[in-house]
Protein backbone atom coordinates (compact mmCIF):
# COMPACT_ATOMS: atom_id res chain seq x y z
CA UNK A 1 0.00 0.00 0.00
CA UNK A 2 1.22 3.44 -1.03
CA UNK A 3 2.10 5.63 2.01
CA UNK A 4 0.62 9.26 1.65
CA UNK A 5 2.39 10.62 4.95
CA UNK A 6 5.70 11.25 3.43
CA UNK A 7 6.76 14.80 3.67
CA UNK A 8 6.98 16.34 0.18
CA UNK A 9 10.28 17.80 -0.71
CA UNK A 10 11.15 20.53 -3.05
CA UNK A 11 13.62 19.35 -6.03
CA UNK A 12 15.66 21.71 -8.22
CA UNK A 13 17.10 19.99 -11.38
CA UNK A 14 20.17 22.21 -13.15
CA UNK A 15 21.78 21.18 -16.80
CA UNK A 16 22.64 22.10 -19.70
CA UNK A 17 20.23 20.41 -22.73
CA UNK A 18 20.67 17.34 -23.40
CA UNK A 19 22.63 15.94 -20.15
CA UNK A 20 19.51 14.86 -18.88
CA UNK A 21 17.57 16.87 -16.58
CA UNK A 22 14.41 16.19 -18.02
CA UNK A 23 14.76 12.51 -18.22
CA UNK A 24 15.99 12.41 -14.36
CA UNK A 25 12.36 14.57 -13.95
CA UNK A 26 9.80 11.87 -15.19
CA UNK A 27 11.90 8.88 -13.70
CA UNK A 28 11.05 10.82 -10.80
CA UNK A 29 7.46 11.19 -11.48
CA UNK A 30 7.00 7.88 -12.30
CA UNK A 31 9.49 6.18 -9.14
CA UNK A 32 8.23 8.91 -6.71
CA UNK A 33 6.69 6.21 -3.91
CA UNK A 34 3.19 7.57 -2.14
CA UNK A 35 1.72 10.07 -4.70
CA UNK A 36 -2.02 11.16 -4.54
CA UNK A 37 -1.77 13.02 -7.58
CA UNK A 38 0.92 14.36 -10.29
CA UNK A 39 0.49 17.76 -11.99
CA UNK A 40 2.39 18.40 -14.79
CA UNK A 41 2.59 21.66 -17.07
CA UNK A 42 2.85 20.93 -20.76
CA UNK A 43 2.94 23.71 -22.82
CA UNK A 44 5.54 21.86 -25.10
CA UNK A 45 3.84 18.93 -25.38
CA UNK A 46 6.79 16.54 -25.08
CA UNK A 47 6.01 15.44 -21.09
CA UNK A 48 2.36 13.59 -22.59
CA UNK A 49 4.88 12.47 -25.34
CA UNK A 50 7.07 11.03 -23.20
CA UNK A 51 4.72 9.50 -20.50
CA UNK A 52 2.54 8.15 -23.31
CA UNK A 53 -0.33 9.80 -21.06
CA UNK A 54 -2.85 12.37 -22.57
CA UNK A 55 -2.91 15.83 -21.86
CA UNK A 56 -5.65 17.85 -20.22
CA UNK A 57 -6.76 20.96 -22.47
CA UNK A 58 -10.15 22.10 -20.59
CA UNK A 59 -11.18 23.00 -17.24
CA UNK A 60 -13.42 19.92 -17.40
CA UNK A 61 -10.58 17.78 -18.68
CA UNK A 62 -8.36 18.69 -15.62
CA UNK A 63 -10.81 17.69 -13.05
CA UNK A 64 -11.68 14.52 -14.73
CA UNK A 65 -7.56 13.50 -14.88
CA UNK A 66 -7.34 13.89 -11.33
CA UNK A 67 -8.61 10.14 -10.33
CA UNK A 68 -5.80 8.89 -12.36
CA UNK A 69 -3.17 10.38 -10.60
CA UNK A 70 -1.64 12.10 -13.29
CA UNK A 71 -2.66 15.62 -14.79
CA UNK A 72 -1.19 17.02 -17.48
CA UNK A 73 -1.63 20.18 -18.87
CA UNK A 74 -1.64 21.76 -22.43
CA UNK A 75 -2.64 24.96 -22.35
CA UNK A 76 -2.67 26.19 -25.41
CA UNK A 77 -7.04 25.98 -25.61
CA UNK A 78 -7.35 27.79 -22.64
CA UNK A 79 -4.33 30.58 -23.31
CA UNK A 80 -3.94 30.58 -26.64
CA UNK A 81 -0.82 32.77 -27.21
CA UNK A 82 -0.32 33.23 -23.16
CA UNK A 83 2.19 30.96 -21.45
CA UNK A 84 2.83 32.92 -18.95
CA UNK A 85 -0.54 33.52 -17.55
CA UNK A 86 -1.17 29.85 -18.26
CA UNK A 87 0.92 28.56 -15.93
CA UNK A 88 -0.13 30.97 -13.40
CA UNK A 89 -3.76 29.41 -13.55
CA UNK A 90 -2.12 26.08 -13.58
CA UNK A 91 -0.22 26.78 -10.02
CA UNK A 92 -3.00 28.36 -8.54
CA UNK A 93 -5.14 25.60 -9.69
CA UNK A 94 -2.69 22.78 -8.33
CA UNK A 95 -2.89 24.22 -5.00
CA UNK A 96 -6.20 24.47 -4.65
CA UNK A 97 -6.63 21.12 -5.90
CA UNK A 98 -4.22 20.12 -3.92
CA UNK A 99 -6.01 21.59 -0.37
CA UNK A 100 -9.23 19.36 -0.72
CA UNK A 101 -7.91 16.21 0.68
CA UNK A 102 -5.04 14.43 1.85
CA UNK A 103 -2.26 12.72 0.48
CA UNK A 104 1.60 13.74 -1.04
CA UNK A 105 1.06 15.69 -4.08
CA UNK A 106 3.58 16.86 -7.02
CA UNK A 107 3.46 19.59 -9.32
CA UNK A 108 6.43 19.69 -12.27
CA UNK A 109 7.88 22.60 -14.25
CA UNK A 110 10.20 21.91 -17.01
CA UNK A 111 12.36 24.89 -17.79
CA UNK A 112 11.71 27.16 -15.13
CA UNK A 113 13.19 30.15 -16.04
CA UNK A 114 10.20 31.04 -18.87
CA UNK A 115 8.29 31.93 -15.50
CA UNK A 116 10.39 33.53 -13.06
CA UNK A 117 13.45 34.89 -12.75
CA UNK A 118 15.53 36.51 -10.11
CA UNK A 119 13.47 39.55 -9.76
CA UNK A 120 10.19 38.72 -10.59
CA UNK A 121 7.91 35.93 -9.57
CA UNK A 122 4.17 35.08 -10.30
CA UNK A 123 2.59 35.12 -6.65
CA UNK A 124 0.69 31.69 -7.24
CA UNK A 125 4.23 29.94 -8.13
CA UNK A 126 5.45 31.53 -4.86
CA UNK A 127 2.18 30.53 -3.34
CA UNK A 128 3.40 26.70 -4.24
CA UNK A 129 6.54 26.99 -3.43
CA UNK A 130 6.60 28.47 0.13
CA UNK A 131 3.36 27.20 1.49
CA UNK A 132 3.41 24.04 -0.87
CA UNK A 133 4.28 21.65 1.88
CA UNK A 134 1.38 22.65 4.02
CA UNK A 135 -0.88 20.98 1.79
CA UNK A 136 1.91 18.38 1.40
CA UNK A 137 2.52 19.97 -2.76
CA UNK A 138 6.13 19.07 -4.00
CA UNK A 139 7.34 21.75 -6.52
CA UNK A 140 9.85 20.05 -8.91
CA UNK A 141 11.50 22.24 -11.02
CA UNK A 142 13.85 21.96 -14.08
CA UNK A 143 16.24 24.77 -15.45
CA UNK A 144 19.44 25.26 -17.34
CA UNK A 145 19.77 28.28 -16.59
CA UNK A 146 20.31 27.92 -12.39
CA UNK A 147 21.33 31.83 -11.91
CA UNK A 148 17.62 33.10 -13.31
CA UNK A 149 16.18 30.85 -10.15
CA UNK A 150 14.26 32.97 -8.07
CA UNK A 151 14.94 33.52 -3.62
CA UNK A 152 11.01 31.98 -3.23
CA UNK A 153 12.46 28.57 -4.71
CA UNK A 154 15.64 28.62 -3.51
CA UNK A 155 15.07 28.83 -0.35
CA UNK A 156 12.34 26.58 -0.06
CA UNK A 157 14.52 24.21 -2.39
CA UNK A 158 15.80 20.77 0.12
CA UNK A 159 17.18 18.70 -2.67
CA UNK A 160 19.89 19.93 -5.87
CA UNK A 161 20.14 17.42 -8.63
CA UNK A 162 23.07 18.94 -10.98
CA UNK A 163 23.53 17.18 -14.28
CA UNK A 164 26.40 19.00 -15.89
CA UNK A 165 26.85 22.58 -16.47
CA UNK A 166 30.10 24.69 -18.17
CA UNK A 167 28.84 28.37 -18.52
CA UNK A 168 30.85 29.66 -15.31
CA UNK A 169 27.25 31.83 -14.23
CA UNK A 170 25.59 28.51 -13.58
CA UNK A 171 28.78 27.14 -12.03
CA UNK A 172 28.88 30.07 -9.27
CA UNK A 173 25.00 29.68 -8.43
CA UNK A 174 25.39 26.31 -8.01
CA UNK A 175 28.05 26.42 -5.82
CA UNK A 176 26.40 28.99 -3.84
CA UNK A 177 23.93 26.89 -2.97
CA UNK A 178 26.39 24.00 -2.25
CA UNK A 179 27.61 22.16 -5.13
CA UNK A 180 30.69 21.27 -6.07
CA UNK A 181 30.85 22.92 -9.44
CA UNK A 182 34.38 21.73 -10.22
CA UNK A 183 32.97 18.40 -9.82
CA UNK A 184 29.32 19.06 -12.28
CA UNK A 185 31.14 21.13 -14.83
CA UNK A 186 33.45 17.13 -15.40
CA UNK A 187 30.14 14.80 -15.25
CA UNK A 188 29.67 13.06 -18.31
CA UNK A 189 26.28 13.97 -20.45
CA UNK A 190 23.50 11.42 -18.23
CA UNK A 191 25.64 11.59 -15.27
CA UNK A 192 24.49 13.95 -11.79
CA UNK A 193 25.37 14.59 -8.34
CA UNK A 194 22.34 14.87 -5.80
CA UNK A 195 22.88 17.21 -3.05
CA UNK A 196 20.72 16.85 0.47
CA UNK A 197 20.41 20.77 1.39
CA UNK A 198 19.18 19.97 4.66
CA UNK A 199 21.44 17.23 5.81
CA UNK A 200 24.21 17.93 3.35
CA UNK A 201 24.88 14.50 2.22
CA UNK A 202 25.25 13.87 -1.69
CA UNK A 203 24.73 10.57 -4.21
CA UNK A 204 26.00 10.12 -7.77
CA UNK A 205 23.79 8.42 -10.07
CA UNK A 206 23.07 8.25 -13.60
CA UNK A 207 19.82 8.00 -16.13
CA UNK A 208 21.95 7.10 -19.46
Known amino acids: MSDFTLPPRQTVIVGMTGSGKTGFG ?3 LLNADGIACRFIFDDLGQMSARLKIPHAATANELENAIASRWVIYN ?11 AFRFFCDWTFKVSRRGRGRKI ?11 REEIP ?4 TVSQMGRV ?7 ATQRPQKLNDSILGS ?25 SAVSR ?4 QYISYDLIKGGQFSGRIF
Open 26 to 28: IKY
Open 75 to 85: PHRMFPGDVKR
Open 107 to 117: IFADEIWRFQD
Open 123 to 126: PELA
Open 135 to 141: ENLELVT
Open 157 to 181: ATELVCFRLTESVHLRKIESMGADA
Open 187 to 190: LPLG
